[in-house]
């Protein structure tokens, strides 16, 4: 079985809404939309107060000569206002607000459940793919959010060989992937081709930890009948298995070297399963990302669910679905435990990158009093980009910026396997933010000064 080569972590899976099929949520009253749902410069609102808008309708652009998508309505109605939203992030954001009025589509957009395949539409091309898939607004949709027409143009020194497909969901407690490949494999495998021909590859993989053995059975299955370049690679279990650098590490055994390398530099193009899935909406059925699969879970939560979610559905709805907040303290978690943000507040909206909605106690939650370093070097054990958190976590406290920038920094994924793992409670995860925020504020500052 294989794995990746360095660190890792062992956290209780907690997967308990891995038995429960995907249901519809109900549309929200008012959906919000907010302009800063990817990686790169927010979109730009092109819709006005009052204007009418359909399910599909395109309610931001692209920022101009930036890293940018565009955002569509998921719901039908009327354009209530253009303000702002505490987002995800805990920032105030610029967002579209729509009164939900009935459940119009457009017209454009096939809703038929007929699969559609390559076959079906052989004058399809490598720039078509790459055009639909940009027109769509699709982004990474395991959480970093990285547009994914982008990725399928990587610069032309670099050769791409490979399509690799995310489908571990690493993180504890998670299981929309797993749902979503249970249910929708024939347009996942289909999505997974539409991105090799984007690619222009001739081998793809799609990677699963072994705690999915229904999911790796079914889609080997299918890929043995109908996709013989598709191979599906069963992964020990093991975080952060779904990181890319490690995934590639466990998959093809090519390690990417530290920033500003990518990983199409050593020949791989990552994509998350969900991704592969909203690739074949757009394609296929002209559909554009304003939905997506929302794990909403916890151990207090009486009716741990999956939803297939519009965006712009606040939290607080989805977790009033599953029962309602349980009694007593509790932390609200976007994503999951390891690398998944505290909210602020439940009226959070879903977003292309929302995974996942945690509820945990007080008691689960809280975090044990810090004590001082004991030299155990767990954590560099546990690193998977092979680094010393311990130095990194105290050079950051410190202000010592060249020095954590001298011990590769910013080669850190943020996973949170060093804090995990320390027997002294030390918040090494949060010093390293910190200090790779402030490095790489550096790094640009620099680069724009020699521009200059």
């Known amino acids: ?28 009253k008012v959906a919000v939309f907010p302009m800063g749902q990817h990686i790169g410069a927010p979109a730009v609102p092109c819709v006005q107060k009052g204007d009418k808008v359909k399910v599909g309708t395109r309610i931001a652009n692209p920022m101009e000569k930036a890293l940018s998508t565009c955002i569509y309505s998921s719901v039908s109605g009327t354009v209530q206002k253009i303000d702002t939203i505490i987002d ?3 920032y105030a954001k610029p967002a579209v607000f729509i009164t939900v009025e009935g459940d119009e589509w457009e017209e454009s957009i096939d809703r038929s459940d007929k699969l559609v395949t390559l076959k079906d539409k052989p004058e399809l091309t490598p720039e078509d793919i790459i055009n ?6 699709i982004v990474g949709m395991g959480g970093a959010c990285f547009p994914t027409h982008v990725k399928l143009m990587p610069p032309p020194q670099f050769k791409p060989e490979w399509v690799i497909i995310n489908a571990v969901e690493c993180e504890p407690y998670l299981t929309a992937d797993h749902r ?15 991105l090799m021909m984007a690619a222009k590859v001739k081998k793809g993989y799609i990677g ?9 059975k079914l889609l080997s299955e299918k890929c043995k009948a109908q996709y013989p370049n598709i191979e599906v690679v069963p992964l020990k279990t093991k975080y952060p298995q779904g990181g890319e650098k490690q995934l590639i590490d466990a998959v093809v055994r090519r390690q990417v070297p530290a920033p500003p390398a990518l990983p199409v530099s050593v020949g791989a193009i990552i994509q998350n399963v969900g991704t592969a899935y909203a690739v074949y909406e757009a394609v296929m059925k002209n559909k554009p990302l304003f ?7 916890g151990k207090q939560l009486s009716k741990p669910s999956n939803f297939l979610t519009r965006m712009g559905t606040p939290m607080s709805q989805l977790i009033e679905a599953c029962g309602g907040l349980p009694d007593g303290d509790c932390k609200v978690i976007g994503g999951g435990p390891m690398m998944g943000k505290a909210l602020l507040n439940t009226e959070v909206p879903i977003c292309k990158g929302s995974s996942g909605v945690l509820i945990m106690s007080g008691k689960e939650a809280r975090r044990g009093e810090p004590q001082p370093c004991i030299r155990c070097a767990k954590c560099v054990s546990a690193c ?13 406290g410190k202000k010592m910026w060249d020095k954590v920038e001298g011990e590769d920094i910013t080669s850190c994924i943020e996973c949170g396997s060093c804090q995990f793992t320390c027997p002294s409670n030390r918040p ?25």
């Open 384 to 396: 998977p980009m092979g680094l010393e958190p311990y130095l990194l976590a105290t050079a950051s």
């Open 428 to 452: 090494l995860l949060d010093l390293i933010r910190m200090g790779k925020q402030t490095v790489m504020g550096n790094i640009r500052a620099r680069q724009m000064a020699a521009k200059k």
């Open 180 to 194: 979503l490949m249970l249910e929708k494999a024939d347009e996942v495998l289909v999505g997974v081709d539409l």
């Open 132 to 137: 639909k898939v940009k027109e769509a607004g």
């Open 291 to 297: 939905e997506r699969v929302v794990t909403v879970t």
């Open 88 to 90: 995800a992030s805990g």
């Open 208 to 216: 699963i930890e072994e705690n999915k053995p229904d999911a790796i």
């Open 1 to 28: 079985m294989k794995t990746f080569r360095i660190g890792g972590v062992h956290p209780a899976e907690n997967k308990l809404s891995a038995a429960e099929p995907i249901k519809v949520a109900e549309l929200p």
